[in-house]
């Protein structure tokens, strides 16, 4: 089936701005990822081998500072390009410079352009196989709670990460991106499990029914997890917290879907991030760092706290067994499989919606011709991209194998490659606000001026931040650093091979001379509202 003819069947316009926030918030999974990242974020160290986990609720914060930067370029830019469709940031970068009455600026709208589908494939093309590899250390993590001492062979858990690739992929391919239904359930199950593990985490540490001293609590005081206690280690932290952080941006690529895309989805871009951070994540770390103390011991006996967090697979769920015992009356492991099955659920709506979110700019890259032709293919009967879910697959299935493989390096490598395309996209969008703006009757000082440049600047010190101190932090950190640099450095190969070779085949310059960017809005690399697929 052509691109043409999905173009014809369209969309229908059924969401309004719970439908829409709600369906970016699939992506995010407010809650889930406290169970997810909290042993990459207690494993950090420093350049001196000094944990930074102490940083780990200020590097949240700066995350949201960060991402709230970010999201008002985004919504400012959804305002202003309403039909983006399934192209969004895609979309956002060749329509800001092509809007320009200046010839000499128009010339850039194909370099922009590609830069941003480039660091959009890293973060969405990553990011799934980060979540399969999330997802199969759950399932080995809970298989060795229902039988204590079973390990699961690495072979068995490439093969658990493949399978779960392979079911995603499979239902993105008959077309269910999650109702909005099927999400508000999602979001509304994994909150209230995680909020109610935080209230008792908060009371666990209250009561004191171990009777701890000061001492032997992670932070003796509220204040000290509140308050940074090192510049850098708060900037690493912020590194891996933007994980699960991102997700705003995804409903600028359901342009197709809103009743009122104009007003609906700047909206529900800010809401899904006020919801996720400042309401969810903000007070899940809060209450998980005052409850740990060195009453967490591994499952071998030999750390104790903060250690012992950074050694299992999933601290919180060893934190939950402990508080359910003591102030449930002994139903700790009951209320961790519950919290399990919601974090489980979570990952599935979230590597579904991250699956279907990159293969759609693909998708509108393809029919632009950035990308091979078989990546907009669609399946006869559901009209989706299938080839491109396909490729999705494997590749998620790759990396996925990666993470499980290389251990708490490998997984923290991947997850810094998938950082890495997001802080890089994200210091794009805050650029092309004020390309998009400037000159324009709409330009507003703080909207399109102050605030973008101020994103800007913090994704650039979000990229240093992974180089720089990723680098020199020695140890496990920096092997990870480079995993992730490895990872970001072959896809921009491959990018730009494929750029070079594309457009010497087609005879299309990757810099127009400035005569020739008159006749852009009628070429094949004009900007054009991208087809849909149903």
């Known amino acids: 089936m052509s691109s043409q003819g999905s173009a014809e069947t369209g969309m229908k316009k059924t969401l309004g701005l719970t439908g829409i926030t709600m369906n970016a918030m699939a992506l995010i ?12 974020q207690a494993a950090n160290v420093d350049a001196a081998g000094q944990s930074t986990a102490g940083d780990m609720w200020t590097g949240v914060v700066a995350a949201l500072i960060v991402a709230f930067l970010t999201a008002f370029s985004f919504a400012q830019l959804a305002k202003r390009y309403p039909d983006a469709g399934s192209g969004s940031a895609y979309y956002f970068a060749e329509k800001a410079f092509l809007d320009r009455t200046d010839p000499k600026h128009r010339r850039w709208a194909r370099v922009a352009k590609f830069a941003t589908g480039w660091a959009a494939h890293l973060f969405y093309w990553v990011y799934p196989g980060v979540m399969v590899a999330f997802m199969t250390t759950l399932i080995v993590y809970i298989a060795g709670q229902f039988a204590p001492g079973l390990t699961l062979s690495i072979p068995v858990q490439i093969i658990i990460t493949c399978v779960f690739a392979a079911l995603v992929g499979l ?3 008959r077309g269910i991106t999650g109702s909005t239904t099927a999400s508000i359930v999602i979001n509304v199950i994994q909150l209230t499990a995680l909020v109610t593990f935080s209230i008792l985490a908060i009371q666990f540490r209250k009561t004191n029914p171990l009777g701890l001293s000061a001492d032997n609590w992670y932070h003796s005081t509220p204040s000290s997890i509140v308050l940074p206690h090192n510049f850098s280690g708060m900037l690493f932290q912020s590194t891996i917290a933007i994980l699960f952080l991102v997700g705003f941006e995804s409903c600028t690529a359901l342009g197709g879907e809103p009743k009122n895309p104009r007003r609906d989805i700047p909206r529900a871009v800010i809401l899904s991030l006020v919801v996720q951070g400042l309401l969810a994540y903000l007070f899940e770390y809060f209450a998980a760092n005052y409850a740990l103390g060195d009453w967490l011991v591994s499952a071998d006996g030999t750390a104790k ?10 601290p919180v769920g060893d ?12 139903n700790g492991f009951a209320l961790m499989i519950v919290l399990a099955i919601t974090v489980a659920i979570a990952i599935l709506g979230t590597t579904l919606s991250a699956m279907n979110t990159g293969v759609r700019i693909s998708f509108a890259m393809a029919q632009d011709n950035e990308m091979p032709g078989v990546m ?14 396909l490729i999705m697959v494997i590749v998620s299935a790759l990396i996925g194998s990666i993470g499980v493989t290389g251990g708490v390096v490998a997984l923290t490598g991947i997850t810094l490659a998938s950082n890495l395309g997001t802080f890089v996209l994200y210091a794009l969008i805050s650029g092309l606000t004020v390309v998009a703006f400037a000159g324009n009757r709409e330009w507003k000082f ?7 440049v101020l994103g800007l600047i913090a994704n650039i010190i979000m990229v240093l931040a992974i180089f720089v101190i990723g680098i020199r932090s020695g140890g496990t950190t920096t092997q990870a650093t480079y995993l992730a640099l490895g990872i970001s450095g072959i896809w921009l190969i491959v990018s730009v091979v494929y750029l070079l070779v594309s457009s010497r085949k087609r005879g299309v310059p990757i810099l127009p001379p400035v005569q020739a960017t008159s006749a ?7 900007a054009k509202k991208p087809a849909e697929y149903a």
């Open 376 to 389: 907009s293919f669609l399946h006869g009967k559901y009209a989706t991209p299938y080839v491109g879910i």
């Open 520 to 526: 852009l809005e009628s070429s094949e690399t004009s």
């Open 305 to 314: 706290g903060i250690t012992a967090a950074a050694a299992s697979g999933a």
């Open 319 to 330: 934190m939950v067994v402990v508080i359910g015992n003591t102030l449930l009356g002994g």
């Open 171 to 173: 239902i993105a391919v």
């Open 446 to 452: 703080v909207q399109h001026g102050l605030v973008p």
């Open 29 to 40: 999974a407010p809650g889930a990822f406290l169970w997810i990242t909290f042993q990459l």
